[in-house]
Structures are given as C-alpha cells and as structure tokens.
C-alpha cells in the first residue's frame, strides 16, 4: 500500500515526460519541415544541398529543373511562415508496410514565380497548406556500402549512383527523407473564395429575375427581397453539399488506400503505399517532362511517342488526387489499376497557363519480387554484361544495349490512357 502513491506520482511523471518529448519530437519535425522548403527553394536556384529529398523526389525534381531549363524560365519559390490561427501546424506518425511515416503540416504564405529573360510569366501567391511525408525506415543507415565495388558513402551522396563506380541504385531506406509533398489553398480561403463567387451569382441572378421587364414600383422592394433571402438560402446549401463532397470524396480515397494497401500486403508484406505514390510521382513527371520515349523504357512497357508531343510545352506536373480502382494477380504479376488527376502548368510563349488532366494507369510488378528489404541498396545491373544501368537514361544498359526489366524491381506502367 504504501508503494501506491509513489506508482501514481511515477506513472503522471512518466505522462508528463511523454508529452513533453513528443512536443519537442513535433517541433523538430516542424523545422526539418522548414529545412525541406528551404532546400527546395535553393534547389531551383542552382544549389543542390538535398539532404532532406529521397531519391524518387530528388529525379522528379531534376527532371522538372531540366524542362524549365530547357524552356529558359526561371523558377522561385518563397515561403513566408505567417500563422492562421485556425489551421495550426500539425505533424502525424504512422505505419505503412515497412516505413514509420510522419506527415507534416505547415501553413504560411507562398509566392511561385516563373520568368523568361527577366519577364513574368506567371505569378501565384496564395495562404497554403503544405503536407510534407516524410519516411523513415524502422532501421536507418546514414552511411551505406555500395554492393558493386564496396565503397563507404553517405546515402544522401548515392542519390544519383556511387561516387567511385557510378552504380546506380534504388535507394528507398533513409532516416526522415521526403518522399512527397503537395502544396495547397488553405481551406478556408479556397472556402471564402467559392463563397464569394457563389454570392456573385446569386445577386446577378436576383437582380436579373427582380427588375428584367418589370414596371417600378413598391412591390419591387418585396420582390427583391424575397429572392435575396432564397438567393441566401440556397448558396449557403450549395457551400455546405459542397464541403461534405469534399471531405467525403477525401476521405472514401483514403479508406479505398488503406483497403487496397492492406490487400497488397498479403502478397508483399513490406509494400508500402508512400513509397509507391513517390515512384509513381516520379514516373508522371518523367513522362511529362521527356523528350524521347527511350527515355521511359526504364518503366513503361507502352509506346508513349503519340503522346509525349502533347506534354511538350509542360514546365510543371503538379499530381492532386490518386484514386486506387482495383488490385489483381495473375500467374506472374501484381496488378493494380489507378486514376490520376493532374494540374499542368503549360508554356504557350507568351504566359504559363493552368491545364487540368485525369489519366487513367495500369501498373504490374514481378509477383516473385517482394519490396526491397530495409536499408538494402539495391544495385540497377545488365543481365546481360554487367554494366550499371541508369533509370533517367531510360533503363537501358549504355555498353551492350541490354533493356533492364524493372518488373524485378519496381511497379512498371503497361496502359496510360488521358481522359477526355
């Protein structure tokens, strides 16, 4: 008995000790978050410090670096961290497969500008929500040893391949590394901004219906506000459907994630969602920003030269919602089918303009294949000579011309069909 009120005393200790390590965990997530813009912003400046990027994130981010390049535009970024009371920063651990995941949410002001030869060509400032997934392996290695010559490196230095034998190498397993991130309008402005223009309407339409054609008189008065209040009535509807749209549209893709995730599990016990997002959020960009189809074969088994001309003026490929259809095996393969909606930003000469696109992809993987171990550097190699294969060089072996069979690796494209 007289051990219980030391237990109590140790158990509110503990409480309180928990508590305040996993604030202090919150704020030093909030900074790597910080640190993470900051590297993005510098990376579009021409610095390449990329100790916060994964390897998937750092190629898509190359690859949209070139176009702009390509396009002579220059790209800033600038994140202003003002506060709005009502969207706090927030950073969320999880499990997925083999990763713990940490979903941080910072809010600010932003400010992306494209210019050409010192001229504006597009200009967006908006309050945004910026959601960075950081993955993180359950056991991290900051220094790896490259499989092919053996040589000690850091990880963030074998990005893209071995300093002494330039191997490349898929690379999913890092401590706290980005794996995506997407930067949008604070809900509650985008929910002002609907409003305000679903008000506008409203009056137009009430002042159309009050006055076209009528005589004056007092009986307008009455007129006019008996539509106002029916005007009022239903925007406030149509707001309100809308809101529950979109937090139930949100969250039935999720639930649809989390279902097909756990199916893929049962055939590959360290599948990753996150993981597979990143990838597949670098094989968008790559398709949008190539300029060869040979630059694709590393992960498409289609012929996509009828449709890469479409994509020749894209200088940015923003993805804003993945929705799973269906997962499927076959006596070789890992099926899964998916839908995509993307926001462009398409170069016409003159100004950058905003495009709207929804895809729709089938993606197989090597049933045999299971995800990469952790903290396992796996090493791109010819079946046939050897030699190290590159995936931006289009997975195809630059001494004997060996086409790599990323099925072995990693989820590959089969059918991409644009949406009408």
Known sequence: MNNEPDSLFQSIQNIIRNYKTSQLERKRMFEKGKQFLREYRGYFEGKESRASFSQSLWYSMLLRRNRLKSKNIRYSFQFDDTKDPSQPDTAVWGLDGKNTLINVSVNGATTETY???????????????????????????????????????KTEDLLDGCNYCGTQFQLEDFKEKVVSY?????????????????????????????????????????????YTLLMLFIVGITIYCTNIYSVFSSGSSQIKWYSVGSKIRKHDKNFSALAFIGSLDYKLKAIHFAEAPEELQGFCQIDLSEILPLYKNVVDCNVKKYAIKSFETDAQNRIVKINVTLELLVDTAKRLLKKTEKISLTLIKDKANETQSVCDAVAYTCDSCGGSISLLKGGVCEYCGNKLDMRKYDWVITDYKIKK
């Not at 050409?116 to 220094?143: G, P, W």
Request: hydrophobic share 40%; net charge negative; aromatic share 14%.
């Open 182 to 226: 997407t930067l949008e309008e604070l809900w509650t402005d985008s929910m002002k901004r609907r409003s305000r223009t679903y008000l506008l309407i409203g009056i137009l339409f009430v002042l159309l219906f009050t006055f076209w054609g009528q005589e004056p008189g007092w009986y307008l008065f009455e007129t006019f506000i008996t």
């Open 115 to 153: 210019q050409r030869n010192e001229k504006k060509l597009y200009t967006h400032c908006q309050n945004s929500i910026i959601d960075i997934m950081f993955v993180s392996a359950t056991k991290h290695e900051d220094i790896l040893i490259c499989p092919h010559c053996g040589a000690t490196q």
